[in-house]
């Protein structure tokens, strides 16, 4: 049994729910029939367990150390990556016209999922480099590209955001970098920039920072933010290492987990000149950004739910093979103890490891199949409706598996016990690393203000419009089969009470009050939207159960049914309260003056 993917139900997720293997139609992805996007995860799953598993512990315990300077890590993590590059990863989301391999964003992020279930930590590299040379691409003058680009994809530089300050945290607008033009076309970059994962390694002779810092002449707050990019090693029109480029790593922050991504504060121009480029024009840096950010987003929540797989897979292994107690109706002390997943309770947090982890997937790889749409369906009314629909679940994809995966791991944890405390098996070291993701690319109420105010004021509510009323045809399908008829109603009552919350948050003039709410709003649609994935995912299993398969294809089904049905009974719930609250406009915390909580 695998401990970093369930190949069936990844299967299931791509090509029975989404209908990946349509993509090979269009003649972008006409090489990526299913055939083939199987032998790339057969890849990714072999580097992903014998390549990136194996050393998870290692590099975890023997954290990357500040020495004279430098950053000193284990050699094992810069050789994982020279795998990951050798195998062509780095290079499997790009165009083949621009060097890359040009597979669909959705088998990216399954292959690339395995990777990161496997060890998060290290395989951060890589999604950062990926991401920062997708901005590049996208922005990025034909110089720039051509000097760092096919490097970076080739996995032999890699690539950051620098965002962050120490005094300005998620506050981009009160950054204090600046970029003063030298008349050449290159800028004299100063400023510190805190929270950088991967701004300083021991791997590779290049990093390629994607930074934000302000003109001298910048109007105040966010509007005045360009983007520029700032390697570590200045280099020539060929992209030649020509010497360093005066970035000093001034130290590292030692994290709770993901160890083995070197987490930094740097500072630009201290000891001499640093140089860099703009991106773009002046004053449009937070929105070039955001498009590396919307990308590492979905990442994030990604991460999330593998790290979520992982402890379930491992828990789930553990509990068939724990023996412990007896049944509840064998009180005889002589016979046999029985495995502890014959215990209800067990069962039970398996459940709600499965529900949110499966869940989970199907959202991220949902949201990558519309990634795809955006840029490769031949209509264009729908290419900017999976845009539309992928702007509206960006933060819902980054934040709920970030909070309930971590919850999976949770009771991955509890399954096993005290043992699941130990540094003997690697629970404690999966919770450790999923807690980061919660905060990473943004917090839970920065992804709550940007769904309720950006998303869904932005466009006066019509992408969620649009979301609702394809629940509603999905309810419509499933409400008179009585197989699914429950968990029909149990969507119902939630998606009317999600359109009841919409209507009056975004009719509420008061912003405090109506932002007061965005958070829970947020959480609250994040299980609305997967109580309607796993009422598609029970839809389509029921229908296979229809055409009497196999015995062990027939377990698999019932246990998505089986899925939904808790899903619906235990969770959607708790959405319709919390949405009930939020068309309260409640506002208990906004109404709680600072000074009660001094003490």
């Not at 598993?53 to 290692?58: D, G, K, R, S, T």
Request: charged share 20%; proline share 5%; with cysteine.
């Amino acid at each position: 049994m695998s401990m970093i993917t369930d190949r069936r139900d990844l299967d299931f997720l791509l090509y029975e729910l989404l209908g990946a293997q349509e993509l090979a139609s269009r003649p972008r992805f006409a090489a990526f029939d299913r055939e083939a996007m199987g032998q790339i995860l057969d890849t990714a799953q072999a580097l992903a367990e014998d390549v990136f598993l194996p050393i998870a512990a290692e590099v975890d315990a023997q954290e990357p150390q500040f020495v004279d300077g430098r950053v000193v890590q284990p050699e094992a993590t810069g050789a994982a990556l020279r795998a990951y590059a050798d195998a062509g990863f780095f290079a499997l989301p790009f165009a083949e016209e621009d060097g890359g391999i040009g597979a669909p964003w959705t088998l990216y992020t399954a292959a690339s999922g395995m990777v990161v279930a496997a060890n998060t930590p290290v395989s951060n590299y890589a999604f950062l480099t990926i991401a920062a040379a997708n901005l590049l691409s996208a922005f990025g003058t034909e110089s720039q590209k051509a000097r760092f680009f096919p490097r970076m994809i080739a996995g032999e530089w890699f690539g950051t955001m620098c965002l962050s300050e120490p005094q300005a945290g998620s506050s981009l607008g009160d950054i204090r970098t600046r970029a003063v033009p030298k008349g050449d076309g290159t800028f004299a970059i100063t400023g510190s920039k805190m929270w950088i994962s991967g701004g300083e390694q021991a791997i590779t002779d290049n990093i390629v920072h994607m930074v934000l810092a302000k003109l001298p002449d910048a109007p105040a707050g966010s509007k005045g933010i360009s983007l520029f990019v700032v390697p570590k090693m200045r280099t020539d029109a060929d992209g030649t290492i020509t010497g360093p480029n005066n970035i000093a790593l001034a130290g590292l922050n030692h994290k709770l987990g993901q160890r083995a991504t070197t987490n930094c504060l740097l500072n630009f121009g201290e000891s001499g000149e640093t140089l860099g480029e703009m991106i773009g024009e002046p004053g449009r840096g937070l929105e070039y950004m955001f498009h590396m950010m919307n990308e590492a987003r979905i990442g994030v929540g990604h991460a999330a739910v593998m790290a979520g797989l992982h402890g379930y897979l491992y828990s789930t292994d553990y509990a068939r093979s724990r023996t412990q107690g007896r049944s509840l109706t064998d009180r005889d002390p002589a016979s046999p103890m029985v495995p502890i997943i014959e215990h209800t309770d067990v069962r039970r947090m398996l459940l709600q490891q499965k529900t949110s982890v499966e869940g989970g997937l199907a959202l991220s790889l949902y949201c990558s199949r519309l990634v795809d749409d955006a840029a490769s369906h031949p209509d264009e009314g729908a290419r900017k409706a999976a845009l539309s629909r992928l702007g509206l679940l960006t933060p819902v994809v980054k934040s709920w598996p970030s909070e309930h995966c971590l919850e999976a791991n949770k009771w991955a944890i509890q399954i096993l016990g005290g043992y699941g405390y130990t540094r003997d098996y690697p629970l404690e070291r999966l919770y450790r690393d999923n807690r980061l993701n919660h905060i990473h690319e943004g917090t839970f109420a920065i992804q709550g203000m940007d769904l309720l105010g950006r998303k869904i004021g932005g466009d006066q509510g019509a992408a969620l419009r649009a979301l609702i009323a394809e629940m509603r045809d999905t309810l419509s399908e499933a409400t008179p089969n009585a197989a699914l008829s429950a968990d029909a109603a149990a969507l119902a009552r939630a998606v009317d009470a999600l359109e009841a919350a919409a209507t009056a948050l975004t009719g509420c003039a008061d912003v405090a009050r109506r932002m007061a709410n965005a958070t829970v709003f947020l959480d609250a649609f994040g299980h609305v939207v997967i109580g309607w994935l796993w009422l598609r995912q029970a839809a389509v299993a029921q229908a296979a159960l229809a055409a009497g398969p196999a015995e062990t294809e027939a377990r698999f089904y019932r246990g998505k049914l089986q899925a939904c049905r808790y899903f619906s009974l235990h969770e959607l719930p708790l959405a319709v309260t919390r949405l009930a609250l939020c068309e309260s406009l409640q506002s208990v915390p906004l109404d709680t003056p600072a000074a009660l909580f001094d003490v």
